[in-house]
């Protein structure tokens, strides 16, 4: 499933993004192409993200309002981030989160989040992620079908190019819905490096099904009242 070739020699051109490690590695990925298709779990799948994050806007609409206004008054721009990044098989989708890094925070170029340690989060901001409540606006990508609440996390597509550059066949992550939250996360933590996690986010793809998806669910609701960390 995953290769890696100590070659010493990796990434020679200059990257069009931040990463906060050194690349020393080259990583192949299997071919998901003739991966099992399950129209029966899809479907299933789908109308639960429809009902549970209407449910969830509805019920969470006050608290939200209340964190807009908070971020708001604690830090100079919008209350609301919002990002392009790539969703089922590479269509761009527009993910909105509650802004949790100062305005100016990529103002140097995409940087690779540092999680917890990351200076560009502001004090408010790193209690949202704590608890992930930055992630909260989120349910709407999933009422609108761009995301799904267990998947493959998003990435923006200048990372998957950079990652591309060493794990060969990244983009094998694109064949099924993204996520809000993920088997990587839950399992590996949020600090894995993006050739640990896209382990997980294979493993999670050939073996998809409902039972798996509420245990992640699950597992996630654990990591919250944990308060871990998050990217």
Same mark, same amino acid.
Not at 79 to 99: E, S, W
């Given at each position: 499933?995953?290769?890696?070739?100590?070659?010493?020699?990796?990434?020679?051109?200059?990257?069009?993004?931040? #990463?906060?490690?050194?690349?020393?590695?080259?990583?192949?990925?299997?071919? #998901?192409?003739?991966?099992?298709?399950?129209? *029966?779990?899809?479907?299933?799948?789908?109308?639960?993200?429809?009902?549970?994050?209407?449910?969830? /806007?509805?019920?969470?609409?006050?608290?939200?309002?209340?964190?807009?206004?908070?971020?708001? !008054?604690?830090?100079?721009?919008?209350?609301?981030?919002? =990002?392009?990044?790539?969703?089922?098989?590479?269509?761009?989708?527009?993910?909105?989160?509650?802004?949790?890094?100062?305005?100016?925070?990529?103002?140097?170029?995409?940087?690779?989040?540092?999680?917890?340690?990351?200076?560009?989060?502001?004090?408010?901001? %790193?209690?949202?992620?704590? @608890?992930?409540?930055?992630?909260?606006? =989120?349910?709407? !990508?999933? /009422?609108?079908?761009?995301?799904?609440?267990?998947?493959?996390?998003?990435?923006?597509? @200048?990372? *998957?190019?950079?990652?591309?550059?060493?794990?060969?066949?990244?983009?094998?992550? /694109?064949?099924?819905?993204?996520?809000?939250?993920? *088997?990587?996360?839950?399992?590996?933590?949020?600090? #894995?490096?993006?050739?640990?996690?896209?382990?997980?986010?294979?493993?999670?793809?050939?073996? %998809?099904?409902?039972? #798996?998806?509420?245990?992640?669910?699950?597992?996630?609701?654990?990591?919250?009242?944990?308060?871990?960390?998050?990217?």
């Amino acid at each position: 499933m995953l290769n890696n070739l100590d070659n010493g020699n990796v990434a020679t051109e200059t990257p069009s993004v931040i #990463l906060p490690y050194e690349i020393t590695e080259e990583y192949y990925i299997e071919d #998901l192409s003739g991966m099992e298709k399950k129209p *029966y779990y899809d479907f299933f799948k789908r109308v639960f993200d429809i009902a549970l994050s209407a449910i969830a /806007l509805i019920v969470l609409f006050i608290p939200m309002l209340i964190l807009a206004v908070a971020i708001k !008054c604690v830090s100079k721009g919008p209350a609301f981030f919002t =990002q392009d990044r790539l969703g089922l098989n590479g269509k761009t989708i527009r993910i909105v989160k509650f802004r949790t890094m100062h305005n100016d925070a990529e103002i140097n170029g995409a940087q690779w989040s540092m999680g917890d340690d990351d200076p560009r989060i502001f004090p408010l901001g %790193r209690v949202l992620r704590k @608890c992930r409540a930055d992630e909260l606006p =989120q349910l709407w !990508c999933i /009422l609108k079908g761009d995301l799904s609440f267990v998947g493959p996390r998003p990435e923006r597509e @200048c990372f *998957y190019n950079e990652f591309e550059k060493y794990i060969h066949g990244f983009r094998e992550r /694109l064949r099924v819905k993204q996520g809000l939250t993920g *088997y990587a996360q839950v399992m590996g933590g949020y600090d #894995l490096k993006p050739e640990e996690k896209i382990v997980y986010d294979v493993e999670y793809i050939k073996n %998809r099904s409902f039972l #798996l998806d509420m245990r992640i669910i699950l597992k996630t609701i654990g990591v919250v009242l944990k308060r871990e960390g998050a990217k």
